[in-house]
């Protein structure tokens, strides 16, 4: 019918079944708006993106089984055209930048108030891409920062599991010279005061996770 | 005030039977996705909506609900502040906690502030609302979660007040004569703190100590 064709589609992502309830209510509050379709984690999102092609997709990052970026590297990947919206409660940072690489057309935090979410649903609806003020923010914020280097984040990750240099060494099968000239670039780059401080900088940028 | 909710305390006096429920929550698309669940629950009415701590104690003095789903994260005032004021003000008050984490020191902390239940965001409507039944009939619920965090822990020692204190401030990067300075304590003292810290924890060392911190919620970052 060719009053459908009028409705954006929409499929909503998110491991919690409140946060699925508050979207279906709003969508269902929107004349232009429908909901095709819900998913608890990224493999639903997948096989439920396959199933109905949504227009827009309000997308979840921490997800179990998996997370809102891999599932949106892979329906991008089978589908170039997806509008995805990440919906999350996290602004590090590095997340947000990750998002946006990985195709995000939009990325918004979950205290968005009603208004602005369906606003930013029709935006990229339209071809827009929109950013929260705090991410946008963040992102501001830390853009002129040298980003770590893989291997930085992955020594990163070790300091925060409480690994000794000796033991990131090898576990990384680098020496233990190595360890503490990239452990030196990573307080600077990060402009922390111990490794300690590092690793929580670390996860609130989130470069890395707990 | 923060969009549709019905039953005011005079209808309730007139009719009523359902539950009265004020939710606290600072995400809106929470607060809706709790509207209408409830909405059609014939033993249920949504009496009040607050976006944190302060707003819901305001609300619970006027609308006086039976339940109130409480987030803890919240700006302004976050949840367990105001649960402790409700309570203080309303000892009878009976609230579950709706929250995203399950740290068991946060969810100790919020079970001895007095929340009759605490359930995570993850939950499904109906664990929610037999969660909100059982909870105005007098009895107590946790997530599967939340057990299982209890339970893990409950053996171990707790950090004691001057220990989390340490702990805050190696968290934020503090090295040990530092942190004697800021707690006008010995270098000595503060090192055997820092061993009794990674004892209790079971950490490796003090940034491991303060990963397991933020874990649990014993500090927040």
Request: hydrophobic fraction near 45%.
């Amino acid at each position: 019918m060719s009053s459908e064709q009028a409705f954006i589609r929409i499929l909503v992502v998110d491991d919690h079944p409140i946060i699925r309830q508050g979207i279906s209510v709003l969508v269902g509050t929107q004349a232009d708006m429908s909901l095709v379709g819900e998913a608890s984690n990224g493999r639903e999102a997948i096989q439920q993106f396959r199933e109905h092609r949504p227009d827009i997709t309000l997308m979840d990052l921490q997800m179990p089984e998996m997370n809102g970026l891999d599932a949106m590297a892979t329906i991008r990947g089978e589908f170039p055209d997806a509008k995805i919206i990440v919906l999350t409660t996290y602004t590090g940072d590095v997340q947000i930048l990750r998002a946006l690489k990985s195709g995000a057309y939009g990325y918004l935090l979950k205290n968005t108030f009603h208004k602005e979410l369906v606003d930013t649903i029709r935006a990229v609806h339209a071809g827009k891409k929109t950013l929260s003020p705090e991410a946008s923010y963040q992102v501001a914020e830390h853009s002129a920062d040298e980003a770590l280097t893989p291997a930085e984040v992955s020594v990163l990750q070790l300091i925060a599991a409480g690994n000794a240099n000796k033991q990131i060494a090898s576990q990384l099968s680098i020496t233990e010279e190595t360890v503490k000239s990239r452990i030196k670039n990573i307080l600077s780059k990060l402009g922390a005061h111990d490794r300690t401080h590092a690793a929580m900088i670390g996860i609130k940028r989130g470069i890395i996770k707990i | 005030m923060f969009g549709q909710t019905e039953g005011t305390k005079e209808d309730a006096d007139m009719s009523d039977s359902r539950i009265r429920i004020l939710t606290v929550d600072d995400h809106p698309v929470v607060r809706q996705g709790i509207a209408g669940l409830l909405g059609v629950q014939p033993d249920m009415v949504l009496v009040g909506e607050a976006s944190n701590g302060r707003e819901a104690i305001q609300q619970f003095r006027l609308q006086h609900p039976h339940i109130t789903l409480m987030d803890l994260q919240m700006p302004d005032m976050n949840g367990i502040d105001a649960l402790i004021a409700i309570r203080n003000e309303f000892p009878n008050a009976k609230v579950i906690v709706l929250t995203t984490y399950a740290g068991d020191v946060q969810i100790l902390r919020a079970l001895k502030a007095g929340a009759q239940a605490y359930l995570l965001k993850n939950t499904l409507h109906k664990e929610l609302l037999e969660t909100i039944r059982v909870v105005h009939a007098g009895m107590k619920n946790l997530s599967p979660e939340a057990s299982y965090e209890i339970a893990e822990h409950a053996t171990d020692d707790a950090l004691t007040p001057a220990e989390i204190l340490v702990l805050r401030l190696i968290a934020a990067g503090n090295a040990n004569k530092q942190i004697a300075d800021q707690l006008s304590i010995t270098e000595e003292t503060v090192k055997s703190r820092v061993k009794c810290i990674l004892s209790k924890l079971g950490a490796n060392d003090r940034t491991h100590a303060a990963m397991i911190g933020l874990k649990r919620g014993i500090i927040e970052l």
